[in-house]
């Protein structure tokens, strides 16, 4: 089974930071991976899919790229309702899916 | 609009047994696959498997391969996630998702359910 790695696991950053959140998977899966945002008690959203096109409705300061192992989710300027936490998800396999372990944006 | 409605929370002992819904409307519900996801409290996010309504095909998380009975009732577009026989550690809050799929391929989750709390407590 593809796994995924992401780091950091959380990060610590203040409203107008650039953030990079990293995502490595075990294998080669192409550009098919996507990035979600969860906020606590509610289902998460997508935010990124194909590993970089932004969903309809999610802001422009969000971005992704990579293909293959090794993939990013950029907030190029960090805002209050960003802190949240991230995961990225395989689709190469599908419908066999993995979700990366999570990365908690908190305020600095 | 596309929706994906689950049923209420559910507070149960060991060894009962349970079924939880998602029911989808606004969309064909036999041409997309609905997959559940386990989030146990204050962890990440776990794929437990999907199924296929048109066919039923279904596919599960080696993880949850014996473990839950995923099913659906295309009469009445809704997906099933079911345990036979609960434990403690099925305390976890339980979402069902939909892809977004082009002709030849699936992408996202882009839809997702409101979750669904099971609690298992003796």
């Known amino acids: 089974a593809i796994q995924l790695t992401q780091s950091p696991s959380s990060l610590s950053a203040s409203v107008g930071d650039r953030v990079t959140i990293t995502c490595r998977a075990s294998?080669?899966?192409?550009?098919?991976l996507a990035w979600y945002q969860q906020k606590p008690g509610k289902a998460p959203k997508l935010l990124i899919y194909?590993?970089?096109s932004l969903e309809s409705g999610v802001p422009s300061r969000f971005s992704g790229s990579g293909s293959g192992t090794d993939f990013t989710l950029t907030i190029s300027s960090l805002q209050p309702e960003d802190f949240a936490t991230y995961y990225c998800q395989q689709f190469n396999s599908y419908p066999l899916l993995t979700f990366g372990g999570g990365t908690k944006v908190e305020i600095k | 609009e596309v929706q994906l409605v689950q049923s209420g929370a559910e507070v149960k002992k060991p060894g009962e047994s349970l079924k939880i819904s998602c029911k989808g409307s606004g969309y064909s519900f036999t041409s997309y696959w609905i997959g559940w996801v386990r989030q146990m409290p204050g962890k990440g996010l776990e794929w437990m498997g999907i199924i296929y309504p048109g066919d039923s095909d279904t596919r599960y998380s080696p993880s949850f391969q014996g473990q839950v009975t995923i099913s659906a009732d295309k009469s009445i577009s809704t997906a099933y996630l079911q345990w036979s026989s609960l434990k403690a550690s099925d305390t976890a809050m339980y979402y069902c998702?939909?892809?977004?799929?082009?002709?030849?391929?699936?992408?996202?989750?882009?839809?997702w359910g409101q979750g669904t709390m099971v609690t298992v407590s003796s």
């Open positions: 998702a939909r892809p977004l799929c082009s002709s030849t391929s699936c992408h996202a989750f882009d839809i």
């Open positions: 194909d590993a970089s």
């Open positions: 294998q080669g899966i192409s550009s098919a």
